[in-house]
């Protein structure tokens, strides 16, 4: 495994996407506006019932857990949950947590597993109270709030998204974000927007290899230890 991290905003060098393939182009979020363009019913029972998205989930969700580097008998928000199989992981660690999520099918089966999630969309203002959370997770999701829009959308609604995220976790609380970017501009630009409200530190797992790159970025409200 390679990392590669960066604590500089702005810094994430061109090297990292050289061989940008055309595998982001198959993604849906290039494909479709909004997760209910494509999440059908019959979507969200394949997402459900598949065993590698589920390993896939689970092992990017231990990989930001390590990262966050969280204390025990910590609550966490599991932001575009699914139907929770990240936050069905938390939960196992013993962690407490809540999700949210925008498709009400995902909502549904999340509930089903009696995990504690409701319907809500991550870009706007979230129905929680200021300080509640010690940690946020996101596993693959965010790429949905910033796809076919500019670089100007992107830095405003990325400033807005840090501005909830900053409201709800605690003065030490920190985020982890693990999404796909579909660029290094677009990356750099949402990076931007995080500041505002963050220490951001991104960590590239593969950077080389366009398929297997995993980019989580670490959010923290307090600066970092050097
Ligand atoms: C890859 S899926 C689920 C990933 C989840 N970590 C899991 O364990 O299955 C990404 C999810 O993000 C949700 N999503 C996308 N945009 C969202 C938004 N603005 N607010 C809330 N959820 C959103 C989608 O509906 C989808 O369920």
């Given at each position: 495994m390679t990392w590669k991290t960066s604590?500089?905003?702005?810094?994430?060098?061109k090297f990292y996407w050289?061989?940008?393939?055309s595998a982001f182009a198959m993604k849906p979020e290039c494909q479709f506006m909004e997760p209910g363009d494509f999440y059908s019913e019959e979507e969200i029972l394949h997402y459900s019932n598949s065993n590698a998205i589920k390993k896939m989930q689970e092992k990017l969700t231990l990989q930001a857990i390590e990262l966050l580097n969280s204390n025990t008998n910590s609550f966490f928000l599991d932001l575009?949950?699914?139907?929770?199989f990240s936050t069905q992981v938390l939960e196992e660690l013993g962690f407490k947590v809540k999700g949210i999520e925008i498709m009400p099918g995902f909502v549904e089966l999340a509930k089903q597993k009696t995990l504690d999630v409701q319907q809500g969309d991550?870009?706007?203002?979230?129905?929680f109270k200021e300080n509640q959370f010690d940690y946020l997770i996101s596993i693959s999701a965010l790429q949905w709030a910033f796809c076919q829009k500019n670089e100007t959308q992107i830095k405003k609604l990325a400033g807005l998204i840090a501005c909830e995220f900053s409201r709800i976790l605690k003065e030490n609380g920190k985020a982890c974000i693990q999404f796909y970017p579909d660029s290094e501009k677009q990356l750099n630009a949402i990076i931007d927007g995080f500041t505002k409200n963050f220490f951001v530190k991104t960590t590239i797992l593969n950077p080389q290899n366009a398929r297997k790159r995993k980019i989580f970025l670490l959010l923290s409200k307090q600066a970092f230890a050097e």
């Open positions: 604590n500089k905003p702005g810094k994430i060098e050289h061989c940008k393939s575009g949950c699914g139907n929770g991550f870009t706007k203002k979230l129905p």
